[in-house]
């Protein structure tokens, strides 16, 4: 789990890491959580089922660690990206087309209906067709598209205020980029999210789906 901050630093980091710890513990995976970015280094990578990047901010990655998450996704690694992972490495092109999408604003944190759009996913199939749910609505630059986007979930923006994007206004999806799997959802400003059941199941099928561990 990597969480370094060249911005802003998001008071759920440590609720966050502790839930995905705990996840992860669950599923047979030990984790560490670092801002340190020698840890993404070909040798350190080899051995993780995934890697979460949860909720980084600015330029965090030099060019070695750059190359390295490149080619560790490429080869079968899973990545998880999670919030303020879209406010990362804005000077990075191939981190853009990893997520998918590049963080633009938001309005004031309050509630709104998300819409499951993939009641298949592991990350989704567990909650309601209409998930009434309180977070910091990201606007994104412009949503995921391409080949293989699988769009898990969007936001209803008509059940909040100070929406940009029309609709659809996806708020997660995945894909996957050579052998690897990529998700990113946008969920997860409040430390308290990280205590909720159905965001909790959220985070566990996110991390199931990217390490392989379901289809």
Known sequence: MFSATAGYRHESIAPGAAALAELATGCGLSTLHTQDTRALRPEMLAGCAAVVFLSPTGEVLDDRARAALRGYVAAGGGLL????????????????????????????????????????????????????????????????????????????????????????HPVAWCHEVGRGRVLYTALGHLPSAYADPGFRGHLLGALRWCAGLEG
């Open 81 to 168: 990206a999670v919030h303020a992972a879209t406010c990362a490495e804005f000077g990075w092109p191939y981190y853009g087309q990893l997520l998918g999408a590049r963080f633009a604003g938001h309005p004031e944190i309050q509630p709104g209906d998300v819409l499951v759009r993939d009641r298949d996913h592991p990350a989704t199939a567990h909650l309601p067709a209409v998930w009434r749910w309180t977070d910091e609505w990201y606007d994104f630059r412009a949503g995921p598209a391409g080949r293989g986007v699988r769009v898990l979930a969007e936001v209803d923006e008509a059940s909040y205020e100070g929406g940009t994007m029309g609709a659809p």
